[in-house]
């Protein structure tokens, strides 16, 4: 092969490089929120996952206006029932004497999960609100501090956590001169 190309390939293939990693860091980063507990839990906004189990019975209502979620209950994948609310069709899941794992994926949702009497444990990732926790249990969110239903300041906002800040270069010496 010629000297020239197999050059202009390496130096090409080198700067292709960084802009991938560059690409890969300005991915949209989620928050996270992690609950368990005996009540309800409605939440809102874009998940990118919202998972847990039912342990014993409850009820999951998953409201979808602009299409497109994803809602199973174990692995079975759950079909809408497309309600008008005005002009505009919602698409509604509702799964009535749910237990067991559940998964739930979409843009604008609104997430209600109740239980009386089973424990919830729940983990949603993504950005939205927690608008209600009602009845008995514990939360987090981005692997803060565990804290009590009762005290949650509502809504609960999830968000990112801020970045994490820039590494120091290992070559930087001491004094800041180059090693």
Do not use: C
Request: proline share 8%; charged share 15%.
């Amino acid at each position: 092969m010629n000297p020239r190309i197999l050059a202009s390939l390496t130096v090409a293939a080198a700067l292709m490089v960084p802009a991938a990693a560059i690409a890969s860091t300005t991915a949209e980063r989620a928050g996270t929120f992690d609950a368990e507990g005996v009540g309800q839990i409605v939440a809102q906004g874009r998940f990118s996952a919202v998972f847990g189990s039912i342990q014993g019975t409850g009820l999951i209502i998953v409201r979808d206006p602009t299409g497109g979620a994803v809602v199973k209950l174990g692995t079975k994948r759950q079909r809408p029932k497309l309600v008008r609310v005005g002009r505009r069709v919602v698409r509604v899941y509702t799964i009535r004497r749910a237990g067991g794992s559940f998964f739930v994926q979409g843009r604008g949702l609104r997430v209600d999960l109740r239980s009386p009497s089973a424990t919830i444990s729940v983990s949603l990732f993504g950005r939205g609100s927690v608008t209600r926790l009602s009845g008995a249990g514990t939360y987090h969110l981005n692997d803060g501090e565990t804290t009590d239903w009762a005290s949650a300041p509502l809504p609960l906002q999830i968000t990112p956590p801020p970045p994490p800040p820039p590494r120091e270069n290992a070559l930087v010496g001491a004094a800041g001169t180059s090693v």
